[in-house]
């Protein structure tokens, strides 16, 4: 293929289901020209509590292989679960540049005053140790409190935004952060900036809550480079779900302009 049919082809995003819609904010923020692909398995969602390793991967292989079989010029993968198992295992034989999210290190050792960095992230996510130990490698004097939060996801994805429980939720979640006396707290799950607010308002502007979704759009920006990234043409997003898709429409007027999106169902290749 050309390069400027390549650099005209979307960009890929996937999640396992509407948290990757908060990395899409910023990837149409920064990257206006751009047309991108978004996949959400709600269906299966979600990935991080019980599911294992190996089927989280057989997961992932099947929305990459059916957006590689659309035709993508960059993979984004909008969840930090996914991210875990590293951008090399999500290659399937495609040759095109994979992002995973963001760490956000050096935001978080330039936010923090006191070192104490809390970490609120899925089961999965935080069994994996890699947020604790690239923040220790960059700054073995910082302290990390790790909090697996199970009921989130079910809870943003069940849209329980003003329920008793979320409140409860975030509450006992937020304990472990009070205990430690964290003052930052990294959103290492693509879904919690839907309640991001909610959190802020429980901690009382005791800590600075820091998403790692700007970060992981500046990664994109620089593995397109400049011989890939569009600089004119209007951008588009077309955002598919496999199952839900009024849901998803539901949860992206939180975070997009749905002028600039379309929405639709799809059935992910088999394996
Ligand atoms: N949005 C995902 C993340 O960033 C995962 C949620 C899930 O499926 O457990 O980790």
């Known amino acids: 293929m050309?390069?400027?049919?390549?650099?005209?082809l979307p960009i890929g995003v996937i999640d396992s289901g509407v948290g990757g819609l908060s990395v899409l904010k910023w990837l149409q923020e920064k990257m206006p020209h751009e047309k991108f692909v978004y996949i959400g398995d709600t269906a299966r969602c979600p990935y991080g509590n019980a599911h294992t390793e190996d089927e989280i991967y057989g997961f992932s292989a099947q929305m990459v292989m059916t957006l590689g079989k659309k035709g993508i010029k960059a993979l984004v993968v909008a969840c930090n679960t996914i991210s875990m198992l590293g951008k090399d295992s999500m290659r399937f034989g495609y040759d095109f540049p994979i992002i995973t999210m963001s760490k956000g290190v050096n935001l978080l050792l330039s936010t923090s005053k006191n070192k104490q960095i809390g970490i609120?992230?899925?089961?999965?996510?935080?069994?994996k140790e890699l947020h604790r130990?690239?923040?220790?490698?960059?700054?073995?004097e910082a302290k990390v409190t790790t909090v697996a939060c199970p009921d989130f996801v079910p809870l943003i994805e069940g849209e329980k935004f003003d329920s008793l429980k979320l409140r409860v939720t975030i509450g006992k979640y937020c304990q472990e952060l009070r205990k430690n006396n964290c003052d930052t707290l990294l959103l290492a799950c693509t879904h919690y900036p839907f309640i991001r607010k909610e959190i802020e308002r429980e901690m009382q502007g005791a800590l600075t809550v820091v998403d790692p979704a700007e970060q992981t759009a500046m990664d994109v920006i620089e593995a397109l480079g400049k011989d890939l990234l569009k600089d004119t043409g209007e951008g588009k997003s077309i955002i598919c779900g496999t199952s839900n898709v009024s849901k998803i429409r539901r949860l992206a007027e939180k975070m997009l302009d749905l002028k600039k999106c379309e929405f639709m169902e799809?059935?992910?290749?088999?394996l």
């Not at 130990?133 to 073995?140: F, G, R, T, V, Y």
């Open 120 to 127: 609120f992230a899925t089961p999965f996510t935080i069994s």
């Open 266 to 270: 799809i059935k992910l290749v088999d």
């Open 133 to 140: 130990k690239e923040i220790l490698e960059a700054d073995p």
């Open 2 to 8: 050309k390069e400027n049919d390549v650099k005209n």
